[in-house]
């Protein structure tokens, strides 16, 4: 793989953001790769407007992987306050998945979150269906806290769940 460049997005980026993020998560496209919830749930995954607000708040910062312009990762990185950042839309072009990128853009994302926001600990969340993706994660130094969180059931803005189950456990891993 050629090595990526990363940038943090900006406004104009958001068509093609909302594009990679769609691909990856949700419908036919996202099952070419291994880390997709098209299983679990339909709809959208998130909207422009949503990108937009995350683009718009101090706090929070979407860095972006692009190979020769072309955008091929993105991940949110997010300052929670007393060294506390969050990791999510952790996100790889479907095409590209299992050749290293994902590793790549975590580690972007953590040195992010020391740089910008003095973070000490990454936490996210992940839907507890997903076990493989949680041993990844697991494999990169994270660990489950024993927390779990309720996954927004009844807000199409974050999906249609396919069962009424779904919940985040919490992962942490120390900076």
Not at 25 to 36: E, L, P
Not at 67 to 79: F, H, K, P, Y
Not at 108 to 127: D, K, L, P
Request: charge should be negative; proline fraction near 5%.
């Amino acid at each position: 793989m050629i090595a990526p460049t990363f940038r943090p997005a900006a406004p104009d980026d958001v068509p093609a953001l909302h594009r990679l993020v769609e691909s990856a998560y949700r419908g036919d496209s996202a099952k070419a790769g291994w880390t997709h919830e098209a299983d679990l749930l339909g709809g959208q995954r998130t909207d422009e407007a949503e990108l937009l607000d995350i683009l718009a708040d101090v706090r929070r910062v979407i860095l972006l992987a692009e190979v020769d312009g072309v955008l091929i990762g993105c991940v949110q990185v997010a300052d929670q306050s007393e060294g506390l950042a969050y990791l999510g839309l952790l996100t790889v072009d479907p095409t590209r998945q299992a050749g290293g990128l994902g590793r790549l853009l975590i580690d972007a994302a953590e040195a992010e979150a020391r740089n910008r926001f003095a973070a000490t600990r990454m936490e996210m969340t992940v839907i507890r269906q997903r076990v493989e993706l949680i041993a990844w994660y697991e494999r990169r130094g994270y660990a489950l806290t024993g927390e779990t969180r309720p996954f927004p059931l009844d807000d199409e803005r974050f999906g249609l769940p396919q069962t009424r189950d779904l919940e985040f456990v919490v992962l942490e891993k120390a900076l």
